[in-house]
C-alpha cells in the first residue's frame, strides 16, 4: 500500500499551544512559561517524530442510500459520508501517524517531568494534526491538476459517522500494521497519535465548510475557539 511522507514537518510553539488548549490570553508570566516549556519540548521531541501517511485511492462503484460501495463489497456508511461523499468518484482513505517514539519519551518523563511530559504531549497533537492538514492539500493539489476537487476531510466520531462504526470500516479497506498502527477493541488507534480520515475526489466536489463543523464538540471546543478568536 503505498505511503506519504511529507518533506518537513514542522511544528511551532503556536502550534504546541493551541494543541493543549491554552488560552491566548492568559496572564503574560504564565503564557511566557507555558511557551518555553513548549519550545523545549519541541526541541527534545521533534528528533523521534515519524511522520507518514498509509493511504489508498478506491474508484467508487455504487451509491446506495447511506453507503458508499467499492470493489468487493466493502463501504463506508452513515449521513455523514453520504451527504459529503455521495457525489465522489474516488474516495482516498488516509492513516496518518507520527509513530511511536514520542509516546515512549512521554512515558520516561511522566514521573521525573510531568511538565515536559504535557509539553511532548502537546507537540504529538499539534503534529499528527499538522501532518494531516499537509496531507490534504497534498492530495487536493494532485486532484486539482486532473481538473478534479476535493471535499473537506472526515474522520470517524464526526456527527453522522460513530468512531465504532467509522474506525471498522477503514482499518478493514488499510491495513495499519504497515505504519505500526493498530486498533484496539474499543476502537482506538495505537500509537495514540494517529489520526484516520476519508477524502472524497470528483468533478462536483467542493468543500463545505471544515472538518470542526462536524464534530460533537464544535460548541465547547477550546482549540475551535483559539482558532477564530
Known sequence: ??????????????????????????????LASL???ASLAIAEGSP???PAVLYRELPVIAFEHDRIIFDGGASLSGPL???HLGAAQTIIVLLCSIGPGLESAISDRVETDPL????LEGLGSAAVEKLCRLACQHFGERAQTAGLSTCAPLSPGMVGWPVSRGQREIFSLIDGREIGVTLTGSQMMLPRKSLSMAIGV?????QSGEPC?????RGTCRHRRRREA
Open 1 to 30: 500500500m503505498p505511503l506519504w511522507i511529507p518533506k518537513e514537518l514542522t511544528v511551532s510553539v503556536e502550534d504546541v499551544l493551541c494543541a493543549q488548549g491554552i488560552d491566548h490570553k492568559a496572564g503574560q508570566s504564565r
Open 35 to 37: 511557551a518555553e516549556a
Open 48 to 50: 523521534v517524530l515519524s
Open 81 to 83: 459520508i453520504a451527504r
Open 116 to 119: 515536559m511530559a504535557l509539553g
Open 202 to 206: 470528483g468533478a462536483t466536489l467542493h
Open 213 to 217: 463543523d462536524h464534530c460533537s464538540l
